[in-house]
């Protein structure tokens, strides 16, 4: 017996392509990249807490692109533990809107209030249609 319930097309595919990711890590500094509205944007960095800075802040446009997740990833288990591995941070980007925007992640230390923020990481994303 085939049961269809109301408002369900049988025998149609839809053909959307998933949006894309795109995974840079702090080795990819300086890079540049193009994105579609939708797509995703994955920056896969070292926890620099080894050097005591416990703040990161992604600055962006917020018209370009939409911070949807940041997440402190622990150092991987190993028969021995890495000296100064504090696993590694991840943030992912949503592109929202068509335009040009740096992506800066900046890292500070608690106690040093005077001190400007370090640039850790720095890339350019274009996102189109």
């Known amino acids: 017996m085939l049961l269809i319930a109301p408002g369900v097309l049988v025998g149609t595919v839809w ?3 998933a949006p ?3 995974t840079l ?3 990819d500094t ?3 990249l193009t994105l ?3 797509d995703r944007l994955v920056l896969d960095l070292r926890n620099p807490a080894s050097g005591g800075y416990t703040n990161v802040s992604p600055l962006f446009d917020v018209k370009i692109l939409k911070l949807v997740l940041t997440r402190e ?3 991987q288990p190993g028969p021995t533990p890495r000296l100064g591995d504090f696993g590694r941070i991840r943030l992912e980007f949503e592109a929202v809107g068509e335009g040009e925007t740096e992506v800066v992640v900046q890292i500070s230390r608690k106690w040093e209030k005077d001190k400007k923020p370090l640039e850790y990481t720095k890339n350019r994303v274009t996102v189109t249609r």
């Open 20 to 22: 894309a990711v795109q």
């Open 25 to 27: 890590t702090e080795k």
């Open 30 to 32: 300086g890079t540049s």
């Open 15 to 17: 053909s959307e392509a």
């Open 73 to 75: 990833i622990p150092p």
């Open 36 to 38: 579609k509205v939708g």
